[in-house]
């Protein structure tokens, strides 16, 4: 019912504009020129009030009827149940909805059917309320905002207005949704480390990671909090991954920009990109099957012992999931450095390289460090590739043919594990905001570097 009364809004809403598009040439009997605003701003202004009417009572009779229904049959619940937790009356409500729904419920008693019937009941009134209140709201809004057209009417001033509140509202819906993420990080963080009573030099400096060992006691364990394996794995694999995407994605736009034709362009510039909509699970296929192999067979017959899962693998295959981001943007920013300054070069007696080394890469350099620190992003933010080519153990070393985790494959492993999200979430949400903070301060010194060796031109 939501998705058709969703459809059923957004039609009104277009034939709002159809309509109100019409009336506005109606009144000046086809004479545009008399009308302050343009048919279209008419037509526009009542889509607007229609679809904000119409989502606006659809989402918030929705959010209300959830959270009555829900009310009202958990206190049913309690009442019938006052012996049993919280998390039983949750699973008799779960099982009621799946009753009613027809669908297979965990388990089914006199309770279960009497609240599904119940539950049944509520909500079919409330949907038909919800019918009744949004189809209402719909069609007065596009009454009023048809009443309302006349020849002097400001319909293109309101209309801007109106997207200009909307476009403050997403823009602040963007910035109050990271700043929850950093609170929800921080507190986490917080609660964490309270839980092991505040050491957190234990966390930064520790050498081992097992913090789920002393579960079965209720308490965290201060000495198995150690996080250090887990960023030197992720820094020896990002590291690996970069030495291999940022020469080859650098020479790639290089070539592509300045010394490819147009049909080799054409051509290859498609196949790099390509790279870019491959899934990472492909990736990992790729590493654990035929590139983890390859490395082992290769090690062997040279005299070295490679592990079948290897900080190597993880780190090569990522680097060339990586190579087309770093490829792409940089060539447009190579693209975007004014010809001028080349035939300024080469009037000077600039062979083509020098130009290219001294004029066109200080010039883009801001834009490629920005593809490099994207691509630092991406590896850092990789987890399928290295959970199936690097392993999942917290070794530490500073061996690449040894296996190796990272702190997103640990914090995948903490939150989807058997353990009680709660006892989890601690290590799990430090983790996370560790490395939002790593990531946050190598962005800041990477942004002070290229201010201050940017190249300046009038």
Partial sequence: MTAVLFAFTFVAA??????????????VGGEISQLHS????H?????????????GLLIGLTLVSNWVIESTLMSRIATALPDEPSIAHELVLSDARAIAAGEVASK????????????????????????FLVIGGVLGAALLTGRVISAQRRARNRTEAIVRVLLAAMATIAILTTVGIVLSLIFETLNFFGKIDWQVQKFLFGTTWSPLSGVHTGELDADKVGAIPLFAGTLMITFIAMLVAVPIGLFAAVYLSDFASRRVRAVVKPMLEILAGIPTVVYGFFAAITVAPLFRNTGEAIGLSVASESALVA???MGIMIIPFISSLSDDV???VPQSLRDGSYGLGATKAETIRQVILPAALPGIVSAALLGFSRAVGETMIVVMAAGQGANLTANPLEAVTTVTVQIVMLITGDTEAETAAGPAFTLGFTLFCVTLLMNIVAQRLVRRYREAYD
């Fill in 14 to 27: 277009i034939a709002a504009y159809i309509i109100s598009q019409g009336r506005a040439r109606q009144v």
């Fill in 38 to 41: 343009r048919p279209s701003y």
């Fill in 108 to 131: 089914t008693d006199d309770i279960r059917m009497a609240i599904a019937a119940d539950y049944s009941k509520v909500a079919g009134r409330w949907g038909w309320a919800r019918v």
């Fill in 43 to 55: 037509g526009f202004y009542s889509f607007l009030w229609v679809l904000m009417i119409g989502w």
């Fill in 315 to 317: 780190g090569v295959v």
């Fill in 334 to 336: 190579i693209n975007a």
